[in-house]
């Protein structure tokens, strides 16, 4: 049995990663989840560019990573949510006496289930800078371990074939 599980899971990548990045500048007013316009990889499909939304396809440990470039003069105020619950937060306002733009970022790692939903928040006030040969903007998930509940679920399904 521990044979034929090891070969039905040589047959399976197990990766879900995505690499999203904006090729324009953000100045929506806010109060809503961020988009993307393209991705680098999207392996498990589990990003949706047009809406934002991560859906995980794969319960388990991830990393999220979010970096933003602020536009000349304005603020920056975001969120990694999950399931609509704030996890972490990217701050940036003063430009007055030190510079006009910054990046800022925020990396996190937890746990998530099947069917979580994860997206990158912006609040009221929000602007970003981002061209089309100038990515700055990137959010980045990479599932780092599966749940025991996915190995299992594995296992079980190889034993049945």
Known sequence: QENA???SLSGKTL??????????AY?????????????YCNVGGGLDTDTG???????????????IATHDNKKALLSIRKN??????????NHKDNHK???????????????????????????????PMNHYTHWVGLLLKPSEE???????????A
């Open 5 to 7: 599980f090891l070969k």
């Open 15 to 24: 990766g879900v990663y995505f690499n999203a990045y904006r090729t324009k």
């Open 27 to 39: 100045d929506g007013g806010g109060e809503e989840n961020l988009t993307f316009q393209g991705t």
């Open 53 to 67: 939304i991560f859906t995980c396809p794969t319960g388990g440990t991830y990393m999220f990573q979010f970096h």
């Open 84 to 93: 609509g619950e704030e996890i972490a937060s990217i701050f940036d306002q």
């Open 101 to 131: 733009n910054s990046m800022a970022g925020q990396n996190i790692i937890m746990d998530v289930k099947r069917g979580d939903e994860i997206v990158v928040y912006a609040y009221t006030g929000t602007w970003l800078a981002d061209f």
């Open 150 to 160: 996915e190995v299992e679920a594995l296992r079980k399904a190889s034993e049945e």
